[in-house]
Every structure is written in structure tokens, then in C-alpha cells.
């Protein structure tokens, strides 16, 4: 890892199954296998059910469930077909357990399958420090779908499954136990409880329609409940709270909305919206995965698409880097664009450093001047970000590592 990382709250979850021993007693006859994200055993006297299996750690989840009952795993259910809910299968999977799915988890791990080398690009980029290797883990065979709800009894225990698309995936499922007022969210708002919601992720996934996202979480709030166990492990306790907290989520999402389509209508363009909207002292919500920034231009790509009106040259395949080496020929050289970059920098302006570099590395990928500027640009921009946010520190932090590793091969 580079020396400059730092250390966002998400990153504690993902490894917090490295730590665990046994598994912990969340609720009655209820038990938390920890991994990137968590797996529940609820245990009844006719066998028991699995909550979604982890990534890798379908074997550890094995053994700790085998210390806490011998009965056998009748079903196991998935909130959600992202690879870390579903990479243990196998481990866990008895003969005789029935896989209980929501019916669109087909087509998204149909995308998901055809993108595959794409998104493990991209995912190792951000993750692969973290979580290793990700590929060949996303073999699932549901053998009962359901469209709008399921429910089954075991035990004496009822459980209730209930679709809430757009969460994070379009086959996202809530488990309500309504006997224990228990609900299983997995990644529903996810990976933080109470932060924004991440409507587009950067590294890549369709985006999340927001309008569905609030209906699906009407139906959380309708069923006002005692307890909540999310996919990180997080235990959210207490009718109150978790209905108050709710009713924040819900107008503060909201509130993005209307204040992303007032800006539209009012003739702003995205990246004005993007840094004027904040939202409001008392709607405040953690950034530590989504942020404001991009749930605004999320919402807005999401209703009007990826045209901004801002330039002819955005409907054709010509990027900005075919004129990279015209610009550096006009400004008589790399040089100038570099040492106005370091000005920037030097001004507490990463962005528009970056900017300028960007056309010196598209013309030119080795100049070593542009690199170390590069680097410098990306440190204080790591330096500015605030540290909670898991998916812009890991970026940058990749961005630097990619670049100390090029500039270092110059050296040779």
C-alpha cells in the first residue's frame, strides 16, 4: 500500500471478518458472520436459514455456524446478486438448501457475466488491495424466484421477502421476520447506514433510479421496525430511531431531487449543480461510499442522459486528447502547461492542474515533469477529501500508486 492512504470507515467493515472468532448474537436465534459484506444464520428447531453468503468467506461462515447449531441449512436467501453476497455459495450450500432469490437476479448476473473482464478491471482498481482476486465466484442457480413477495415458515419462525429494487441492484430484497419486528436490509441504502446513496458507482454499474429507490424504501418505512441488520454488519435498534432516521433518509434524497430539477429547469448546467448543491444542516447524511456530488449528476443523467447541450463535440467519438499535442504546440511546449499545473497546485487548485496535465499525458505519457506534477495534484487532492469516502480515497490512492509506479520505471 502507499504511504499516503488513508484509512475511510467503510475499509474497518470490509476486513472486519478478519477479526471475528465465532459468530456473534445479533437477536434471538440470530447470528452475524462477518465478511466484505456480512452473512446471518437465523436458527429455528426444524433447520435453519442463511442471509446472504459473504464473499470468500463461505468457509469460515461454515464453521462458525457449525458451532452454533447442527441442524441442516434448509434455504438460503440473497437480498442482492453483487458478487459479495453471494461468493459463498458453494461453501455453504447443502444437498437439500433451496436458493431464494428476487427474479431479476437473471438479468443482472446476466450483465454482470458479459462485462465480467470490464468490471474486474475496474473493481480490482479500487478493491483488489483489499479483497484479492474476485473472479469465479458468481456461479448461482436460484432454485425459487419471486417477483413481488415470498413468504415460508420454519420452525415456528415466519419469514416474509419482500422486492426492493434499485437499492443498489434491480433484484434487491428486504427479509422481514414480523414475529421478531427483525428486518434484513443487506446493501439496501448501502454499505453505511445513513449516508447518501450511491445512485451511480464509479466503478461502474447501472444507475439507480431514484424515484424507485424512494418506493422501495416506503416499503421498508412502512413496516415500522424494531431492529434492523444490514449488510455490514450494523445493528440499527429501536421503533423510534430507526423511524426517524428513515424519515431523514427519505427527505433528504428527496430533497436532492427536487433541488437537482429546480437547478435543470432553472438552466444550469450539471457541474454548476454539482457545486452549489449541499444539503441542508438538519438532512445531513454521511458520504462514506455516494456522495452529493455525484447523487446530483446521477439524478440527472439518470432522467435526461449523458448529452449536456455543452459542446457539438460530445455526440461524435473524438476525444479532447486528439488536440493534446495542437495545444502543447501552441503553448510552445509542454513546459508552460507544467509549471502553470504547479501554480495551481501551489494555489490549492488540484482540479485544474489535473486538467492541464491531462492534455501533457495524453500527447505525452512518459513526460516525467508532467508525472510528478501529476502525483503532487493527486496528493493534495487526497489531502482536501475529507477521508470517509471509500470509493474517491481509493481512487486517488490508486491514481497515485499508478503513478509513483510509472514514474519510478523512468528512473530505471
Known sequence: MST???HPPLLDRVLAGERQQEATRVGE???????????YLVTTREGNV?????????????????????????????????????????ALREPDTEIIAQKHIHAQLWYQSKLQPFFTRRTHQLWRRFVGDLDGLRDVKPDVLFDDSYAFELGGRRFELYAAPWGETEDSCIVWLPQDRTLFVGNFWGPVYMSVPYFS?????????????????????????DLILTG????????????ADLAKLRAAVSWLVEETFAGMNGGKDVHTL????????????????????????AIWEQHVGWFHYDATTSLYEVPAARVAPDLIE????????VARAHAHIASGKPLEALHLLNVVLAASPDDRDALEANLAAHRLLLSLASGENFSEVSWLESQIQ????RVKRLAV
Open 402 to 405: 499508478d503513478t509513483e509506479d
Open 29 to 39: 436465534g440470530i447470528y452475524l458472520s462477518e465478511d466484505v459484506s456480512s452473512s
Open 50 to 90: 442463511v442471509i446472504n453468503t459473504g464473499l470468500k468467506g463461505g468457509p469460515r461462515h461454515k464453521a462458525f455456524y457449525a458451532k452454533v447449531s447442527a441442524a441442516p441449512l434448509k434455504f438460503i436467501i440473497l437480498t442482492q446478486s453483487h458478487i459479495d453476497h453471494i461468493g459463498g455459495i458453494a
Open 232 to 243: 455490514h454488519g450494523e445493528r440499527i435498534e429501536g421503533a423510534e430511531r430507526i423511524a
Open 201 to 225: 458507482t464509479i466503478r461502474g454499474d447501472k444507475i439507480r433510479p431514484v424515484y424507485a429507490f424512494l418506493q422501495s424504501l416506503d416499503r421498508i418505512i412502512a413496516l415500522k421496525p
Open 4 to 6: 499516503t492512504e488513508t
Open 274 to 297: 454539482m457545486a452549489e448543491i449541499k444539503l441542508p444542516e438538519h438532512l445531513r447524511l454521511r458520504e462514506a461510499h455516494g456522495s452529493v456530488r455525484w447523487a446530483v449528476r
Open 330 to 337: 501552441l503553448a510552445g511546449g509542454s513546459g508552460p502547461l
